[in-house]
T-cell receptor, first 118, second 114 residues
């Protein structure tokens, strides 16, 4: 079974520039998460999708961050404009909800995108 | 808001000794508690999980205990080995309507001394 795919793996930009990250979840996983992990901290949930609908985006800085999952599969996370404090690893995860047959809510993480804002 | 507290933030143990990491959660609706291991520069990997209808679960050298009344859960690693060195995250997940909400602890950096 293929895991969660993310690209790019690394990105370096200057402040005020824009950046976009892409995530392809495990096939069949209805729930997709985007996390921000700052060095030395735990993952912080930015946004959670259930299929193509947003379940939780309470911690997403909506003035600069946006995310979409138009067809309920792939997702993109965008930052525009970037700030120095956005430097972090952006992790995408997916899960099969317990309401689904065989679902467990267990999250599987992608390799992450390391963003450096200069 | 809801949160998960994790202690200690760093832990150093002699190889072969046991390590214990503790977490507390605030959301009484939490009913799923996974533990993740993250090695340097790698993604978090699930190592063990427990659901609220179980008090303890064991998988070889790793065990997790849950006290729902006290809202505590703990990770126990016995006979530690060098490859156990990593950052460990606890998490608590609660189900609301058709989706679940998960909150991670801040992590414990475990170092195994040879």
């Amino acid at each position: 079974e293929a895991g969660v795919a993310q690209s790019p793996r690394y990105k370096i930009i200057e402040k005020r520039q824009s950046v976009a990250f892409w995530c392809n979840p495990i096939s069949g996983h209805a729930t997709l998460y985007w996390y921000q992990q700052i060095l030395g901290q735990g993952p912080k949930l930015l946004i959670q999708f259930q299929n193509n609908g947003v379940v939780d985006d309470s911690q997403l800085p909506k003035d600069r961050f946006s995310a979409e999952r138009l067809k309920g599969v792939d997702s993109t996370l965008k930052i525009q404009p970037a700030k120095l404090e956005d430097s972090a690893v952006y992790l995408c995860a997916s899960s099969l909800p317990r309401l689904t047959s065989g679902g467990t809510d267990t999250q599987y993480f992608g390799p992450g995108t390391r963003l450096t804002v200069l | 808001g809801e949160n998960v507290e994790q202690h200690p933030s760093t832990l150093s143990v002699q190889e072969g000794d046991s390590a214990v990491i503790k977490c507390t959660y605030s959301d009484s609706a939490s009913n799923y508690f996974p533990w993740y291991k993250q090695e340097l520069g790698k993604r978090p990997q699930l190592i063990i999980d427990i659901r609220s209808n179980v008090g303890e679960k064991k998988d070889q050298r790793i065990a997790v205990t849950l006290n729902k009344t006290a809202k505590h859960f703990s990770l126990h690693i016995t006979e530690t080995q060098p490859e156990d060195s990593a950052v460990y995250f606890c998490a608590a997940s609660a189900r609301y309507s058709s989706a679940s909400k998960i909150i991670f602890g801040s992590g414990t950096r475990l170092s195994i001394r040879p």
